[in-house]
């Protein structure tokens, strides 16, 4: 087991930005009331703000197996809901919340959408192809992120008949203005369409800083990603190939046991999620508060959890230790440093203002779990393995290529199963819940196997949500209700 650390009071400060100094990661909408969007230039530049710049790690991890309850802590209404299945009555401009992140998915889209319309009435529409391209794919992602979390999880062996959510494909002034619904299989048929069109068309050299953008890369990763919940395992090995096209992928995996070992929190904080990160594939800013708040959520992970969560170490033989800093902040406030606030105040003399952190939404780690996976169901056991010991390479405390070591022993014995594929199955989510702890990750994972969740509370209440259970989907927000979007059942 790693080493816990204590970090004193240096959470309790955090840095204040000015915007000034935040241009790398804050970027600005063109006012269309001072300018005529009319050139590649100009619909790029619109481009940047066509990707949801709201959060949910906070939801996604509160309702996931990752956490528990401290009995007192940072009292967070989405951190509490969430956690205890509740309805989060909170409003889009509450940072973190369901409806904020609603919200922004469709102003996202509804960017994306007039970016579209501005190409569609080009005398030239050749001359917006990459443009093109990152518009369908910004918009597909809101729509996927979105059907998946406000409907029920798409399951390939079923009709999918349940209500999906309102796929948007005109720029409107109101975004929800008479939209309906329709089915989740709809909804994933009008992702695939989007997907396909919009991803040959990507062209890196377009972008300042690619992996803020839809760049080839983060695409491909998206196919796979979309393609592993679809289970077409074909699709999944070959866009994630695509992903790691002329570079080796154990050379872009975070570094956790070599560079990242010696680095401080203050340090991991800084590059964990920068653009030179060859693990970060794409980088959304996000306005969010998780930054601050994650060790001091009363709804978090304690030490038993992390316990529990690292568990997967076992898995390697040779006495592995993950290589993961553990940090606790006061009484069983645990933490690892990745998800850094930058805070940008309202005016240079404001108090006030909004937290970010630059959210990295697709990795290379992502992407090398997605292909073990997918072989593993097509019958590449000894691809897939080669996979998860490259992982464990990266992740172990002194890591010995010869003793620290995955294979089918290992995994019998810490699983109890003689069926080698479903043991490759257990090791990869028990790798990925490890590596992705604290970035809402989990819960795409739990929602994909059908895992139920069990919360308790400290007064003994017991929260059983199995798969089938409608709290499992967000609500939808009363703002939406109001435009004739239909709720979610209870």
Not at 116 to 132: F, G, V
Not at 154 to 160: A, G
Not at 174 to 186: D, G, I
Not at 280 to 305: D, I
């Amino acid at each position: 087991m790693n080493k816990i650390k204590l970090l004193k009071n240096i959470l309790l400060v955090l840095p204040v930005l000015l915007l000034s100094g935040c241009e790398d990661f804050l970027s600005t909408e063109p006012d269309s009331t001072r300018a005529t969007i009319n050139t590649p230039a100009q619909v790029s530049q619109l481009l940047t703000t066509a990707y949801p710049q709201g959060g949910y790690v906070v939801f996604a991890e509160s309702m996931s197996d990752n956490v528990e309850d401290k009995g007192r802590g940072e009292d967070d209404k989405t951190n509490r809901g969430s956690y205890l299945f509740e309805e989060v009555e909170a409003t889009v401009e509450e940072q973190d919340s369901p409806d904020q992140y609603w919200a922004e998915c469709y102003r996202a889209i509804s960017v994306a959408n007039q970016a579209l319309d501005i190409i569609s009435k080009s005398a030239d529409q050749s001359q917006y192809t990459a443009q093109r391209g990152e518009a369908l794919l910004a918009r597909a992602y809101a729509h996927f992120m979105l059907v998946n979390y406000f409907s029920r999880f798409f399951d390939p062996q079923q009709p999918n008949t349940d209500p999906g959510i309102p796929y948007v494909t005109e720029p409107e002034t109101v975004v929800l203005k008479n939209y309906e619904r329709k089915t989740v299989a709809f909804v994933y048929q009008m992702i695939e369409q989007d997907l396909l069109e919009g991803l040959p068309l990507i062209s890196d050299g377009t972008y300042t800083v690619p992996k803020y953008h839809f760049n080839r890369a983060a695409a491909n990763a998206f196919a796979s990603r979309f393609y592993l919940v679809k289970r077409d395992y074909a699709k999944v090995v070959e866009y994630a190939n695509n992903v790691f096209q002329g570079s080796s992928i154990a050379d872009n995996l975070r570094p956790w046991n070599s560079t990242y070992a010696s680095l401080s929190p203050q340090e991991l904080w800084n590059i964990f999620a920068r653009a030179n990160q060859n693990a970060n594939l794409m980088l959304v800013e996000t306005a969010s508060w998780f930054g601050r708040n994650a060790p001091q959520y009363r709804y978090g992970m304690t030490y038993r959890k992390w316990l529990e969560i690292s568990a997967s170490e076992r898995i390697v033989n040779g006495s592995a230790n993950w290589s993961y800093p553990l940090y606790y902040q006061g009484d069983n406030n645990y933490f690892i440093p990745k998800l850094f606030e930058y805070f940008v105040r309202e005016s240079v003399n404001a108090d006030i203002g909004v937290g970010y952190v630059m959210l990295p939404i697709f990795t290379v780690e992502e992407v090398l779990f997605n292909r073990a996976e997918a072989n593993a169901y097509l019958g590449n056991t000894t691809a897939s393995l080669a996979d998860i010991n490259l992982f464990v390479g990266k992740r172990v405390e002194n890591y010995n290529p010869s003793t620290h070591t995955v294979n089918a022993a290992s995994m019998r014995r810490f699983f109890g199963t003689t069926n080698l594929r479903d043991g490759i199955i257990n090791t990869i989510l028990a790798f990925k819940r490890v590596e992705f702890v604290q970035e809402g990750m989990r819960w795409f994972d739990m929602q994909r196997y059908a895992l139920p969740v069990t919360h308790e509370t400290v007064l003994g209440q017991v929260i059983t949500v199995p798969a089938t259970d409608p709290k499992r989907l967000l609500q939808i927000p009363q703002s939406a209700t109001l435009a004739g979007i239909a709720r979610n059942p209870r």
